[in-house]
């Protein structure tokens, strides 16, 4: 949802090299904030006897931040204009107070499928690394997929819509937000194994 800040940032500048310069940064500071809800999750999956109620907690924690965005629609003010210097911090707060890299924990559980039946030292320190690495791939693949889909929207904007479009035809895709969350959480229940 940062991309109107990335044709934001270009339009008043009037430098078409600074859109691609903020969309960077934003995929800079989301990638940050997926790692830092899910490096902790590949730290703890040395507690296999609690998976499932891990990813049960994590998927009713995603649904309950779903259903609170829903009530409570009012959004900051002050993060309507964020300086190009600030992108990749306004990124990664926005992306942990949406709850973006929360919305991927029940699915980097999931893929994680944690069957090790030796329990020596061996076995947790390759666990902990291919889960680790595990979710590096998640947070990198989920930071690419949201750049392209945001640098294309931004790209169209710029180049196509421009200002008048951003004042005029604005939409809030808060809710679509919240229940996407609401969704992740209720099909990452239905898939437990």
């Keep these: ?3 109107p800040l990335a044709v934001s940032a270009a339009l008043m500048d009037r430098k078409y090299g600074n859109l691609y310069k903020a969309l960077l940064a934003l995929a800079f500071g989301h990638l940050l904030a997926m790692l ?3 490096l902790p999750f590949s730290v703890m999956i040395t507690l296999l006897e609690w998976q499932r109620e891990i990813q049960i907690g994590a998927a009713l924690l995603v649904i309950g931040l779903g259903v609170y965005l829903l009530i409570n629609r009012r959004h900051p003010r002050f993060l309507s204009r964020v300086p190009p210097t600030r992108l990749a911090l306004w990124s990664f707060l926005a992306a942990m107070a949406h709850g973006a ?3 991927l924990v029940p699915i980097y559980l999931g893929i994680c499928g944690l069957s090790v039946k ?3 030292h061996a076995a947790a320190t390759s666990l902990m690394s291919e889960n ?3 979710a590096l791939m998640v947070a990198l693949a989920h930071t690419l997929a949201m750049t392209a889909a945001g640098g294309l929207l931004a790209v169209g904007v710029y180049h196509w819509l ?4 951003l004042s005029k035809g604005w939409f809030n895709l808060n809710v679509v937000w919240a229940l996407s969350l609401i969704l992740v959480g209720v099909i990452s229940l239905l898939t437990l194994h």
């Design 101 to 103: 890299g929360l919305m």
């Design 36 to 38: 830092a809800i899910l």
């Design 118 to 120: 030796d329990t020596s």
């Design 1 to 3: 949802m940062g991309w």
């Design 162 to 165: 421009g200002l008048r479009f």
């Design 132 to 134: 680790t690495a595990t």
